[in-house]
Each structure stands twice: as C-alpha cells, then as structure tokens.
C-alpha cells in the first residue's frame, strides 16, 4: 500500500543524518520499554511473532503517530493498532489505564469479542522467514528485469520508487516467507528472493547524482523486459 513508511526517494523530509559512532541503543530508558512492549504486543495480537503484520500497522499510521511521536513512539502506537484490532483490547482502554495510572477515575471499556478474521500466526521463535521452495528461480544473475507497476491494496515490501523501473539481478537469495499474505494472515506463500540493482538514473531521472542502489525483490514483484 502506498502509506507514510514508503517515503523512499521522496522529498521535504529535510537532511538525512548519519548515526553517530557513540549513538546509545536508546536515548531513555522509556524507549527501551515501549521497545520490549511493541515485540510482546504483537505475540499477543498474533498468536506469534508476525513481522509482516506488525509493518503493515506501523504503515498504516498517520502523520502524527508515525512521524511526530519519533520511532519509538511509532511503534508503541502500532502495537496499540494491533491489540485493538485483535480484539486484544477495546478502543480507548490503554488511554483509560494510562490516565488511571495518572491518578483519574475512568472506567476501561470492556474487552470486545475476539475477530475471527485476525488470525494468529505462530511461529516458533528462532525460525526466522526463511523457506525452501519446490520451483526453480524464474531470474537469474545478470538478468535484466523490471519492478512490476502495481498498486498494492494492502502489505507489501515492494518500494514505490522502483515501480515500473529496470534492474539488472545481482545474487539469487533464499527463498523466504512472502510478506504480501503474511501480515493478512493469509499463509507463507514462501518466493524466490533477489538482489536487483537499480541504476539512480533509472529512478529519479538523468539529473540525479549517479550510484547504485541494491533492492531485495520478491519474485512476484518482477517481470521479464522485452
């Protein structure tokens, strides 16, 4: 989908900064928490640790919740997003235990009866998204290809930059657990994974500075070139 996290090649975002060598894991100790609290929420929410599903909830966020509240507070947020969507917990029952912890007498609204249609997806925790697959890869090294101009309703790892652009496929990668119907709860549907190189001339047009850029594409995602 084409939400606030895919601002790749975008502009007015203002100036990039690079970290800083002594750059501390967190900055707060809160950031640590909401940290450990968004990993734990989304188990709950998914029966599972479902990364899919958890990136298609932070790019479903506004403005505000994705970028104002900084990227710890994005997660938060998208944890948030989660557990009321699972019927984990009822809209407005973290501010109500928030402004009770703050002293205020406020009722929580109930916990509503659990969605059948957000399914849990439990995976074993050390097995990662990588897969075996029966198929023979469609692309190989060397091979000119092009990113597939498509509008994708809902989750996907395809960067709207690269839409409609030609590569040249650099290394064929394991096959891994295909993003697109993993956050939908939709099964693995495990793909061939590839390493294409886009020329920055390609993508943003002749004027642009010249150097490469190295994208991970599933192979739903391309097409051959004529």
Same mark, same amino acid.
């Given at each position: 989908?084409? #939400? ?45 640790? *479902? ?7 932070? /790019? ?39 402004? *009770?912890?703050?002293? /205020? ?19 074993? !925790?050390? @097995? ?10 469609? =692309? ?9 101009? @498509? ?8 960067? #709207? ?6 590569? !040249? ?6 096959? &891994?657990? %295909?993003?697109?119907? *993993?956050?939908? =709860?939709?099964?693995? *549907?495990?793909?061939? !994974?590839? &390493? ?16 490469? %850029?190295?994208? /991970? ?5 391309? /097409?051959?070139?004529?």
């Amino acid at each position: 989908m084409e #939400g606030i996290a895919d601002m790749g090649g975008t502009l007015g975002w203002g100036p990039a900064h690079p970290p800083r060598r002594d750059e501390p894991v967190f900055d707060e100790p809160w950031q640590g928490r909401a940290f450990a609290l968004a990993l734990l929420s989304s188990r709950v929410a998914c029966g599972g640790y *479902n990364p899919d599903a958890f990136r298609h909830a932070l /790019e479903r966020l506004d403005r505000v919740a994705y970028l104002d509240d900084g990227y710890f507070g994005r997660w938060l947020n998208a944890a948030e997003l989660m557990l009321t969507e699972s019927a984990t917990l009822a809209p407005g029952g973290i501010d109500a235990r928030a402004r *009770n912890l703050h002293g /205020e007498d406020v009722e929580e609204p109930p916990t509503p009866d659990p969605r059948p249609d957000y399914a849990p997806t439990a995976v074993p !925790v050390g @097995v990662g998204s990588l897969r075996s697959v029966d198929t023979e890869p469609a =692309f190989a090294a060397g091979e000119r290809v092009r990113a597939k101009d @498509v509008s994708v309703p809902g989750h996907t790892r395809l960067p #709207g930059y690269v839409r409609g652009h030609i590569g !040249v496929v650099e290394h064929v990668r394991p096959a &891994s657990v %295909l993003p697109d119907t *993993n956050a939908h =709860f939709l099964g693995e *549907n495990p793909e061939h !994974v590839y &390493s294409v190189r886009f020329d920055s001339r390609e993508l943003w047009g002749a004027d642009t500075a010249p150097f490469a %850029l190295t994208a /991970e594409m599933y192979e739903s995602y391309l /097409e051959t070139t004529s």
